[in-house]
């Protein structure tokens, strides 16, 4: 299931930005609803965000009008940085990747921030057409 591996992808993100460090081990997560293809999928969406941190942070930045980066609540930088750079190299509809992040964020995020990845990504998206 795509979305169960988006938050698989966002919690491996999310630790990346606290500790930098990534590995492949996918142990601690329900093998029942985390394919192999799902498996591969999350792997790509987290490399993807670490090796292309520095743009999308740039992308973010942009967005966040007058909020420096190091402000944005780290959950909420996680499920940016995995929404755009699904936008950016995936097949995945925009509107999908940004209801998925923003479900997440009702999850593992505050209130205000649903509608900050909301509006940051809607922004993203019209800044494409």
């Not at 329900?30 to 999350?42: N, S, Y």
């Not at 420096?68 to 990747?97: C, N, Q």
Request: negative net charge; charged residues 30%; proline residues 2%.
């Amino acid at each position: 299931m795509r979305s169960y591996a988006r938050e698989v992808a966002f919690c491996k993100i999310y630790s990346y930005l606290i500790s930098e460090r990534f590995d492949e081990d996918f142990s601690q997560f329900d093998k029942e609803k985390l394919t192999e293809e799902d498996e591969r999928f999350a792997i790509a969406l987290v490399q993807g965000v670490i090796e292309e941190k520095e743009t999308l942070d740039k992308i973010i930045s942009d967005l966040s009008k007058g909020f420096k980066l190091s402000r944005i609540y780290r959950p909420d930088l996680a499920l940016l940085e995995m929404a755009i750079w699904e936008i950016r190299h995936l097949d995945t509809p925009v509107p999908v990747a940004i209801n998925e992040a923003v479900s997440l964020a009702k999850i593992y995020s505050t209130a205000k921030s649903v509608s900050y990845v909301n509006g940051i990504l809607a922004s993203y998206a019209r800044s494409l057409q």
